[in-house]
């Protein structure tokens, strides 16, 4: 049963480093800080809302900056939580839609920020998505046939999502290993500028691993460097 699903003036957030949270997406979290403690018990005795935002490095060293957060963040909801003896908890967030952080409404106990949802820009033609979908899931085989990281679960996970933007945010969460292009793709609303920026950070990549299988020869990974 689908439940329509009222956003709050206000909502918490969790400022994280080289986090890049998307639509869809489940992220465990373990909760021991004081002000998250407190911030996850009103939560659930709330709107269960929270959203998670990426910590802006570049940012971070600014006089008077506190945990700067990067301006796109993305609203989830808390599907489960296990509280722990010892007072920590346990929980599982699910991705609903991005948010534009517009402004920090306080920092005390813990931050509440004021959020614009956001909805993703559809391709015009259905049918270049879809293209576009087919050569990212090619260039994600090619990738780990050439030595990258894709656990054989989530591969197969993923061949049974057909929707464009559900693939590529979720392929981007769970594959995508650098932060910096993760938190692009998370700003980027339209579709297929998305699935092009993934497909093109997936082509260098596997350009900068079949280099390194070339350099490599017949060593083992830890002589490379005897090349």
């Known amino acids: 049963m689908e439940m329509e699903i009222v956003v ?23 909760i021991f800080e004081p002000r998250y403690r407190e911030m996850l018990a009103d939560t659930l005795a709330s709107s269960r809302l929270l959203a ?59 931050r509440l920020i004021r959020i614009r949802t956001l909805s993703s820009r559809t391709c015009e033609n259905p049918g270049e998505a879809k293209d576009l979908r087919t050569e990212l899931a090619r260039l ?17 996970f993923l061949r049974t999502v057909d929707d464009p933007e559900t693939f590529v945010d979720l392929a981007a969460f769970s594959l995508c290993e650098n932060p910096t292009i993760r938190q692009q ?5 339209d579709v297929g500028a998305r699935l092009e920026l993934f497909n093109q950070h997936l082509r260098s990549e596997i350009e900068v691993l079949r280099l390194r299988d070339e350099l490599q020869g017949e060593l083992p990974d830890d002589s490379i460097s005897d090349n």
């Not at 709050?8 to 373990?30: E, I, N």
């Not at 940012?59 to 722990?84: D, S, V």
């Not at 929980?91 to 005390?108: K, P, S, V």
């Not at 793709?185 to 609303?189: I, R």
């Open 8 to 30: 709050p003036d206000q909502v918490p957030v969790m400022t994280l480093p080289d986090v890049a949270f998307f639509p869809q997406a489940l992220l465990p979290l373990q």
């Open 52 to 110: 998670v935002a990426g910590l802006d490095q570049e940012h971070l060293n600014e006089e008077g900056a506190f945990e700067p957060p990067h301006r796109i963040a993305t609203l989830g909801i808390i599907r489960a939580c296990q509280k722990n003896d010892d007072g920590t908890s346990n929980l599982i967030l699910q991705g609903l839609c991005r948010a534009e952080i517009t402004d920090i409404a306080t920092d005390e106990p813990y």
């Open 140 to 156: 994600l085989t090619l990738k780990r046939d050439s030595g990258g990281r894709m656990p054989a679960e989530m591969a197969e």
């Open 185 to 189: 793709l998370l700003e980027t609303l």
